[in-house]
């Protein structure tokens, strides 16, 4: 099965671009559609983002919509999330999930695979 490693979360001031990747290792990503989550304290888990298994297809939340983006490089084994103009209530755990599917997925329930999570905290 698909493990996923999320990493290039830290602490950063608003308004900054962070990048956060996604890197899996056992059966190649290609196949997989994946999605960007996060996860505040206290509230529950949201869609930020998710790419079909070619990266042509995206779709994003309304608050990710036209900020960040997400890419993939199969060759790699690695999807993106490009987070430009950060704001304080973007502050939160970052995950990234993939399910085995060519459609766009975008609910926690639809994915089958998990990261551990990589901490973003944006300070006014």
Known sequence: QV?????????VQAGVSLRLSCS?????????????????????REFV????WSGGSTRYSDSAAGRF???RDNA???VYLQMNS??????A??????????????HVYEFDYWGQGTQVTVSS
């Not at 493990?3 to 602490?11: A, D, K, P, T, Y």
């Not at 983002?49 to 079909?52: L, P, R, V």
Request: charged share 20%; hydrophobic share 35%; net charge positive.
């Open 3 to 11: 493990q996923l490693v999320e990493s290039g979360g830290r602490l």
């Open 93 to 106: 755990v970052y995950y990234c999930a993939a399910r085995d599917t060519i459609a766009v997925v975008t």
């Open 69 to 71: 983006a997400i890419s």
């Open 24 to 44: 899996a290792s056992g059966p190649p990503l290609r196949t997989y559609a994946v999605g960007w989550f996060r996860q505040a304290p206290g509230k529950e």
């Open 76 to 78: 790699k084994n690695t």
């Open 86 to 91: 950060l704001k304080p209530e973007d502050t």
């Open 49 to 52: 983002g998710a790419i079909s």
